[in-house]
């Protein structure tokens, strides 16, 4: 999810200069990266509308290296991400060969959009698409292989609808992966420590103590509710 949430951490000052960008309100900025041998452009539009659905932040680079150090196979895997931002993590998924459903509140969707146009070959399977946590996630379908999470726990009203999201989404044999940065003062860790383990088998597949940046790995525990 991305605004109306408060900004976990405050926006860099940009040293370029202000120019208009997809928003009338925004300054853009293009940045490169380089994961799994595919090179990534991606535009942030910074500004008031975006909020921190604008930036990559620390926590989707570390999953996007984790799926490079590990390896994960996303070919032919049913992919989806949630509160996507730039869409960077779900761009990576489907250059590995995933069919991947990129989402946030529909206010992100054109700078995904954007995102996706700019890296994802046509005909790659990528598609945008808004999901309120909570509210529509029951139009989605219920049977992912892959739910993708960057740096979305850090608003504790939304933790529910979280919960309650990826219980629907993940398949009974999918595997959730989130990276979070670990604010206490957000509660956080009171999410991955208290919260998901409760319908999740939960393990810390990576810390990063320099970021202060965990991964999760998550799995259903038993039969899923109805």
């Known amino acids: 999810m991305a605004d109306p949430r408060p900004d976990p951490e405050s ?5 370029f200069p202000r120019e208009v960008g ?11 990266f380089c994961f799994c041998g ?14 921190v659905a604008a930036r990559v ?35 990576l998924a489907a250059l590995q060969g995933g069919d991947v459903t990129i989402t946030d509140l529909p206010l992100v969707l054109e700078q995904i959009q ?7 070959p046509t005909g790659g399977r990528a598609q945008v698409r808004a999901l309120s946590w909570g ?10 292989d892959l739910v993708l999470g960057a740096d979305i726990v850090y608003l504790e009203p939304t933790f529910p609808l979280l919960l309650g999201t990826l ?23 009171s999410f991955f420590q208290h919260l998901l383990p409760q319908h999740f088998q939960l393990e810390l597949a990576q810390r990063d103590e320099d970021e202060n940046v965990n991964i999760y790995r998550a799995r259903h525990r038993g039969p899923r509710p109805a």
């Open 167 to 189: 219980r629907h989404l993940c398949g009974p044999h999918g595997t959730i992966y989130l990276a979070s940065k670990m604010r206490k003062e957000h509660g956080t860790e």
């Open 114 to 120: 954007g995102n996706v146009q700019a890296n994802v």
């Open 22 to 32: 997809l928003f009338a309100d925004s300054y853009s900025e293009k940045s490169r």
């Open 57 to 91: 932040w620390d926590a989707a680079l570390s999953l996007c290296n984790y799926f490079e150090s590990q390896n994960v196979d996303f070919r032919g895997k049913k992919v989806i991400e949630l509160g996507a931002g730039t869409g960077i993590v779900g761009i």
């Open 11 to 15: 926006e860099p000052e940009s040293v």
């Open 135 to 144: 509210i529509d996630q029951h139009v989605f379908p219920g049977d992912y």
């Open 38 to 51: 595919h090179e990534l452009s991606i535009t942030e539009n910074f500004g008031s509308r975006l909020g």
